[in-house]
């Protein structure tokens, strides 16, 4: 919408999982894991004085450009996760990995809730210009992603592995959706819809620790 320059702006998320390998073949892996995630996404917003009824002192704006402007949090998220693992031995101390897989997330979040701004005229009078009736739980229902990744690994002295991947995610659902209002007083009310998915792409960072596997081994041997 061009009357207000509306825009959103992406935002850095975390995500943090415990998973376990197992070797079902040569270079292959089925990993299972379980974790959870938080982002947060930006809207923006830029209202000139002139439209209000009376003009105000300044123009009302977020920040456009600004990191932090008008902030919502998506889902705080736990989530369970299975994917594939295919690896390629470079040498002993060096591989590259691709993985693919998918995962079931329910959000953490309670219910919908409302927001809004209000401005301060000269002569002392108050208007709410803008309302958000907001949705960050994906309306109760959980869903799915689904994702791949790709990158190198290290075969540390330990035999433990640290591996670095890129990640990209996809998620067909939207469980951050914010109905917005702005009523000036001087323009027509414009209404419509934000959404916010949860794709993203990312840096993944892992920690394979190999010693649970022998230690494991050792014991079925005896």
Known sequence: KDKYDLNSHSRFGLESLVQ???????????????GGNVFTTCFHYYIP????????ESDITTG???????TFSRPTSVKVQAEL???????????????????????????????????EHP???????????ENINNYEKPWMNYHI????????KSKDILQVNL??????????????????????DLSGTFKSAGSYIGLSIAYIDTWVTFRVKNKGQK
């Open 49 to 56: 004085k002139e439209m209000f009824d009376p003009p105000t």
């Open 20 to 34: 376990y390998h197992s070797n079902f073949a040569k270079n292959c892996s089925l990993i299972v894991g379980v």
């Open 64 to 70: 456009r450009g600004h990191p932090f402007g008008f």
């Open 167 to 188: 990640k990209v995610n996809l998620s067909p659902a939207d469980p951050l959706t914010i109905n917005y209002l702005f009523t000036t007083g001087v323009q027509p």
């Open 85 to 119: 693992l295919r690896r390629w031995r470079h040498n002993s101390e060096h591989n590259w990995n691709v993985s693919a897989g998918l995962s079931v997330l329910a959000s953490l979040n309670g219910g919908g809730g409302q927001s809004w701004r209000v401005i």
């Open 149 to 156: 990744s790709g990158g190198h690994e290290w075969v540390l």
């Open 123 to 133: 002569n002392g009078q108050t208007k709410q210009y803008v309302t958000f009736t």
